[in-house]
């Protein structure tokens, strides 16, 4: 697992700079931007980031998961501590441009309509995900 933490923008096009996570924090504007894999593994970076946004002054944090290439459920958990943060710190959290992964998990899980993207745009509803489970568990013996 590696870690790019920068203050420098980091690109919007192309790959990512490195396997793993990106975290770039901007206190200035109060945003955060990812790329990469959020996981188990790299999730605590984004709380260590908005302890960092903490310090200033602003009354609503950003996170752009737009580079989010992968996100399980500690990343999913990681947001919700983030948002947990900004609550508890009297601040707003903003989801922007979030990734399919984390659109479709935020979505499943509920926390999409406590996490608010700054742009609401409209989704369609999910998919049935009904498994066959004659076909994922294979046949019985």
């Not at 950003?62 to 601040?91: E, Q």
């Not at 409209?122 to 046949?139: E, F, I, K, N, W």
Request: with cysteine.
């Amino acid at each position: 697992m590696s870690l790019l933490l920068t203050t420098d923008p980091l690109p919007t096009t192309g790959p990512a700079p490195f396997e793993g996570l990106a975290v770039s924090v901007d206190r200035v504007h109060a945003t955060v931007v990812l790329r990469g894999e959020l996981d188990r593994d790299s999730a605590h970076h984004v709380t260590d980031a908005l302890a960092a946004l903490a310090t200033t002054g602003h009354a609503c944090w950003v996170i752009d998961t737009s580079g989010v290439t992968w996100c399980d459920a500690g990343g999913l958990r990681s947001l919700a501590a983030a948002h947990a943060l900004a609550v508890h710190s009297g601040r707003q959290l903003r989801l922007t441009g979030r990734s399919r992964c984390v659109d479709r998990l935020l979505r499943l899980s509920g926390l999409d309509r406590s996490i608010a993207d700054t742009a609401r745009r409209a989704r369609a509803p999910l998919p049935d995900l009904t498994c066959d489970t004659s076909r994922a568990v294979g046949p019985e013996r």
